[in-house]
């Protein structure tokens, strides 16, 4: 989802400017609610795991330019199950990051914009999974109708962002709006594949409670809240 350059700019950045220090003010409180239950080695550990996984999502999977921006697997649902929230963020900002600073320096520009397309839809499924997962239930025993409301919250909300950059950015055009729309269908594929992906992700992880207290996974994997 990468939001093509130019899409915003001048005077207008100063929106993802705002929205990108929100999203920063609010992981550092995830940061804080992680710290209570998490050791910080163990927090260090998932934030670095979750970053070199959004740098292989970006950079090694494939991903192609549609529209106003591109399609990538962004795996989000599943950096949050695995490795909480707050580790999550502090990969989708690192792995961006890294990625644009060393292999795509044209998207610079539009780290913030990219920044809060990934950063709020992570946001929104946190608050999701807190409604809908009562505490008792480790994330390893989710049914798939609720890993699916939890990907199509993340995917949904990345869609959501693109289009709503696009028609700030740049108005309500014909040739923007079909880029919009172009956009939107192609990320279906990743809406289709990404739970599939989440299940697999979290049938590994049922398979491997010996692992139920590793440093590398957010104790709420494996464990009621």
């Not at 599943?78 to 929230?85: D, E, I, K, Q, S």
């Not at 963020?89 to 320096?105: D, N, V, W």
């Not at 979290?202 to 398979?207: D, E, H, P, R, W």
């Amino acid at each position: 989802m990468h939001i093509e350059p130019g899409i915003v700019d001048g005077a207008k950045m100063a929106l993802a400017y705002g929205t990108a220090a929100a999203g920063a003010a609010y992981s550092v409180k995830l940061m804080a609610d992680d710290l209570k239950i998490h050791s910080i080695p163990s927090f260090l550990l998932r934030a670095v795991i979750a970053t070199v996984g959004v740098f292989i999502f970006f950079e090694v999977f494939p991903h192609f330019a549609v529209g106003v921006s591109e399609v990538h697997f962004i795996l989000g649902t599943t950096l949050f199950l695995v490795l909480g929230a707050a580790p999550a963020a502090i990969g989708l900002a690192g792995g961006l990051l890294i990625q644009g600073a060393f292999f795509a320096p044209s998207d610079l520009p539009m780290f913030f914009v990219n920044l809060t397309t990934l950063l709020f839809p992570l946001f929104a499924i946190h608050a999701i999974a807190a409604r809908i997962i009562p505490a008792s239930t480790a994330y390893v025993d989710l049914k798939y109708a609720d890993v699916l409301k939890l990907s199509l919250a993340y995917q949904g909300g990345i869609v959501a962002w693109v289009a709503f950059w696009a028609i700030y950015g740049q108005g309500v055009g014909a040739d923007n709006l079909n880029a919009v729309l172009s956009f939107g269908a192609a990320y279906m594929l990743v809406v289709l594949i990404e739970p599939v992906i989440d299940l697999a992700v979290l049938a590994a992880a049922k398979a491997g409670r010996r692992f139920a207290h590793s440093p590398a996974f957010v104790n709420r994997l494996h464990n009621a809240a």
